[in-house]
């Protein structure tokens, strides 16, 4: 291969196919909505269309994005579809994709502020202006990081180093028996950030939730002192703003007041429901965060952001910083007065993810994201009173934010083996349509299903378009 053909593509080449992925993605999300939101693809299927060898040869870029079509896009379940309505509905909208071309054009590392100082600093910058956009106090300072599970877990490791003085960093567990706590209604993550540092399965207590699906903070206080009776240390709380299955918010302050006494980590998992407060009328979500110790929010659930960008605040940056720092001599420098995010958690390499935050809050400014989210709550309400307005069909939990809990429920009846295969069913028939994609949860028991609005592109005819579904879906039920 002569020396000419060892390096990067042409400049030339790039741009060529530059232009032509672009507008591959523009005519992508114009016509998003004559596919079928939920992908049909059957396991195996997209595998079977990729070569069990790699190429030898180089392949053209032309033949390679065609390949998008022929092979990707029937196993592609388009989250960025108008009827994507399960799980929390998200948008990766047009100012976040061009950052996330931007970031890898720089492919920048910012592991230390000396290895790209814009990558730190932006991050810094950034993560403050969202700070103020959700009505925090100034003490809490942030990082980007991929998920709000990676960030519960770094808050969980701090906690545990804190609470043992730093000798499980040393020592290991060596008999610490060591308690966090956190809600019923609490994230999977939680449980698996358990398991990851050490504290385990056993040690998480789940703290009774109220009718409305909220920690009961009394419950909590009762148990944390048994604990404590019985010998064990408690070091961690989560507190959920906004819980997966019906977007309840735990009382923060009161759980605060509890933790304080004890010298507890506050942690608060607001990761999806934080970001109503960006709409003042919704500030109300993150009352009680003035004292937390740290609290993760979900740019890429319901800010627009393409996935993955988790915003991690913490009050103390050290506390990160004694669990995790351990630089290496080829990762020393001189600088300083400068934030090296290495030491703030597990990663090393990071890329600049701040970069699509950044340019998705300056394109539609504060107004403009409180305005969309605001708008989603009020399209998920219009659902909540088109299943109020109907007696076959129930709400199943307050709809504080844009998530809607319902099942059906014909004549009162209160067989719940019979109730779940029906809502199944229904789950299955709507979400065969291609039109609207719902998911479901359990709530004590009961087979929930749920409406989540949160993609820019969802209009009051997408939600008209949802229930039109699921009411449709009844006529293929065996009973009904
Ligand atoms: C309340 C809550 N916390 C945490 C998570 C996990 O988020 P991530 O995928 O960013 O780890 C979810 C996911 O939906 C969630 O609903």
Same mark, same amino acid.
């Given at each position: 291969?002569?020396?000419?053909?060892?390096?990067?593509?042409?400049?030339?080449?790039?741009?060529?196919?530059?232009?032509?992925?672009?507008?591959?993605?523009?005519?992508?999300?114009?016509?998003?909505?004559?596919?079928?939101? /939920?992908?049909?693809?059957?396991?195996?299927?997209?595998?079977?269309?990729?070569?069990?060898?790699?190429?030898?040869?180089?392949?053209?870029?032309?033949?390679?994005?065609?390949?998008?079509?022929?092979?990707?896009?029937?196993?592609?379940?388009?989250?960025?579809?108008?009827?994507?309505?399960?799980?929390?509905?998200?948008?990766?909208?047009?100012?976040?994709?061009?950052?996330?071309?931007?970031?890898?054009?720089?492919?920048?590392?910012?592991?230390?502020?000396?290895?790209?100082?814009?990558?730190?600093?932006?991050?810094?910058?950034? /993560?403050?202006?969202?700070?103020?956009?959700?009505?925090?106090?100034?003490?809490?300072?942030?990082?980007?990081?991929?998920?709000?599970?990676?960030?519960?877990?770094?808050?969980?490791?701090?906690?545990?180093?804190?609470?043992?003085?730093?000798?499980?960093?040393?020592?290991?567990?060596?008999?610490?028996?060591?308690?966090?706590?956190?809600?019923?209604?609490?994230?999977?993550?939680?449980?698996?950030?358990?398991?990851?540092?050490?504290? &385990?399965?056993? &040690?998480?207590?789940?703290?009774?939730?109220?009718?409305?699906?909220?920690?009961?903070?009394?419950?909590?206080?009762?148990?944390?002192?048994?604990?404590?009776?019985?010998?064990?240390?408690?070091?961690?709380?989560?507190?959920?703003?906004?819980?997966?299955?019906?977007?309840?918010?735990?009382?923060? &302050?009161?759980?605060?007041?509890?933790?304080?006494?004890?010298?507890?980590?506050?942690?608060?998992?607001?990761?999806?429901?934080?970001?109503?407060?960006?709409?003042?009328?919704?500030?109300?979500?993150?009352?009680?965060?003035?004292?937390?110790?740290?609290?993760?929010?979900?740019?890429?659930?319901?800010?627009?952001?393409?996935?993955?960008?988790?915003?991690?605040?913490?009050?103390?940056?050290?506390?990160?910083?004694?669990?995790?720092?351990?630089?290496?001599?080829?990762?020393?420098?001189?600088?300083?007065?400068?934030?090296?995010?290495?030491?703030?958690?597990?990663?090393?390499?990071?890329?600049?993810?701040?970069?699509? /935050?950044?340019?998705?809050?300056?394109?539609?400014?504060?107004?403009?994201?409180?305005?969309?989210?605001?708008?989603?709550?009020?399209?998920?309400?219009?659902?909540?009173?088109?299943?109020?307005?109907?007696?076959?069909?129930?709400?199943?939990?307050?709809?504080?934010?844009?998530?809607?809990?319902?099942?059906?429920?014909?004549?009162?009846?209160?067989?719940?083996?019979?109730?779940?295969?029906?809502?199944?069913?229904?789950?299955?028939?709507?979400?065969?349509?291609?039109?609207?994609?719902?998911?479901?949860?359990?709530?004590?028991?009961?087979?929930?299903?749920?409406?989540?609005?949160?993609?820019?592109?969802?209009?009051?005819?997408?939600?008209?378009?949802?229930?039109?579904?699921?009411?449709?879906?009844? &006529?293929?039920?065996?009973?009904?």
């Amino acid at each position: 291969m002569p020396e000419s053909d060892l390096g990067d593509i042409g400049a030339d080449e790039f741009r060529e196919h530059g232009h032509a992925a672009v507008e591959w993605i523009a005519r992508y999300l114009e016509g998003i909505e004559a596919r079928p939101v /939920l992908s049909r693809a059957t396991p195996g299927q997209v595998r079977a269309g990729i070569p069990d060898a790699p190429p030898e040869e180089a392949e053209s870029l032309t033949d390679i994005l065609a390949d998008i079509d022929r092979v990707v896009m029937d196993g592609i379940t388009h989250w960025n579809h108008p009827g994507f309505m399960a799980y929390f509905a998200i948008s990766g909208s047009g100012p976040g994709i061009l950052g996330e071309m931007l970031t890898a054009a720089f492919n920048a590392n910012g592991m230390l502020w000396k290895t790209s100082p814009a990558v730190t600093e932006l991050e810094e910058a950034t /993560l403050d202006w969202l700070r103020q956009m959700l009505g925090l106090d100034a003490g809490l300072r942030g990082i980007l990081m991929d998920t709000a599970s990676m960030a519960t877990f770094s808050a969980m490791v701090a906690a545990r180093e804190r609470a043992t003085g730093g000798e499980t960093r040393r020592r290991g567990m060596d008999g610490h028996r060591l308690r966090a706590y956190t809600s019923e209604e609490a994230h999977s993550s939680v449980i698996k950030a358990a398991i990851s540092c050490g504290i &385990g399965e056993e &040690g998480i207590r789940r703290i009774r939730a109220d009718g409305a699906f909220c920690m009961d903070a009394d419950a909590l206080s009762a148990a944390i002192e048994e604990d404590i009776a019985a010998g064990w240390t408690p070091l961690f709380v989560v507190a959920t703003v906004g819980t997966t299955s019906t977007t309840s918010v735990d009382p923060v &302050g009161e759980i605060v007041a509890a933790c304080r006494p004890h010298g507890i980590w506050t942690h608060v998992d607001a990761a999806y429901a934080g970001m109503a407060a960006i709409a003042d009328e919704y500030r109300w979500a993150l009352e009680g965060c003035e004292s937390v110790d740290s609290l993760v929010v979900n740019p890429h659930k319901w800010l627009f952001t393409p996935i993955d960008c988790s915003a991690f605040y913490v009050r103390d940056p050290a506390a990160l910083q004694e669990a995790f720092s351990l630089v290496p001599e080829y990762l020393r420098t001189e600088d300083r007065d400068v934030t090296d995010y290495m030491d703030w958690g597990l990663q090393l390499g990071r890329r600049f993810r701040a970069l699509k /935050l950044w340019m998705v809050i300056r394109r539609f400014g504060r107004a403009g994201l409180a305005a969309r989210i605001r708008e989603h709550i009020r399209l998920a309400h219009v659902f909540a009173a088109r299943v109020e307005s109907d007696d076959r069909f129930e709400l199943m939990a307050p709809a504080p934010f844009s998530t809607i809990c319902f099942r059906y429920r014909p004549h009162g009846m209160s067989d719940e083996p019979a109730l779940r295969d029906l809502n199944a069913a229904i789950l299955d028939a709507v979400n065969a349509t291609g039109t609207v994609y719902l998911s479901h949860t359990a709530l004590r028991g009961a087979y929930v299903l749920r409406l989540a609005v949160g993609n820019l592109r969802t209009t009051k005819r997408h939600i008209e378009q949802a229930w039109v579904a699921v009411t449709e879906s009844l &006529g293929h039920l065996p009973i009904h």
